[in-house]
């Protein structure tokens, strides 16, 4: 596609249950980063994927978070055992390389509510 | 570490008023500075960026300009329509860095 594709848009999740949230770069683009964006609380850095280096998971919140990029495209966001405060927009977003100056490009995000 | 402070909203104003986001970063050495916008519905998109001091940055009669003396970029145009009506995010990427660091972002509202 065109933009960078996230699935689920929205899910309603009970408080414990394991939730998986896919993201879909754009074709070409080395760097993915997952953000999560809370209410009255900005976006959060989660975690950066570029190529085949190891990602900069240094944003994970616990080890509840995991994430995977397969064969250098689509990433998997994992959350375990998810709790009411894991509620938030997940946001996907990918860039061409990942220079200084690069602009992102996000998707539309995952709508996560834990009940 | 790095960090972006900028104005509380929501904001709103008339169609045709003046409108100023005020945006202040913390970083080391030189940081890239960038205004993204989420529009109702749909994903951030960059709206304009400055890569080094006294740079402005413009795209759809919006502006800001890189002031490292203050530590500042504040977003600014001259006459909002009802289509603006969005949430503004100032964000900053560091010295080498791959990694945007936003601000909480701040809620125009456009009124007729």
């Known amino acids: 596609g065109a933009g960078v594709s996230q699935s689920p848009s929205n899910k309603v999740t009970e408080k414990g249950k394991d939730v998986e949230l896919r993201c879909d770069p754009i074709s070409g683009h080395t760097a993915l980063y997952w953000y999560r964006q809370s209410l009255g609380q900005g976006l959060e850095f989660l975690i950066y994927?570029?190529?085949?280096?190891?990602?900069?998971k240094s944003g994970l919140p616990s080890d509840r978070f995991s994430a995977e990029r397969t064969g250098g495209s689509v990433s998997t966001l994992t959350i375990q055992r998810t709790q009411q405060e894991d509620s938030a927009v997940y946001l996907c977003?990918?860039?061409?390389?990942?220079?200084?100056?690069?602009?992102?490009?996000f998707g539309s995000g995952t709508q996560l509510s834990v009940l | 570490g790095d960090s972006v402070t900028q104005m509380e909203g929501p904001v709103t104003l008339s169609e045709e008023a003046f409108l100023t986001i005020n945006c202040t970063y913390t970083?080391?050495?030189?940081?890239?500075l960038f205004w993204y916008v989420q529009y109702p519905g749909e994903g951030l998109q960059l709206l304009l960026k400055a890569t080094k001091a006294d740079d402005k940055g413009s795209n759809k009669g919006f502006e800001a300009t890189y002031r490292k003396e203050t530590t500042s970029f504040h977003l600014e145009k001259g006459s909002v329509q009802v289509s603006d009506s969005a949430v503004y995010f100032c964000?900053?990427?560091?010295?080498?860095?791959?990694?945007?660091?936003f601000g909480k972002g701040t809620k125009l509202s456009v009124i007729p």
């Open positions: 977003a990918s860039s061409l390389v990942p220079g200084q100056n690069e602009k992102l490009f």
């Open positions: 994927f570029q190529g085949n280096s190891a990602p900069d």
């Open positions: 970083a080391t050495g030189y940081p890239s």
């Open positions: 964000a900053l990427k560091g010295a080498g860095s791959y990694q945007l660091t």
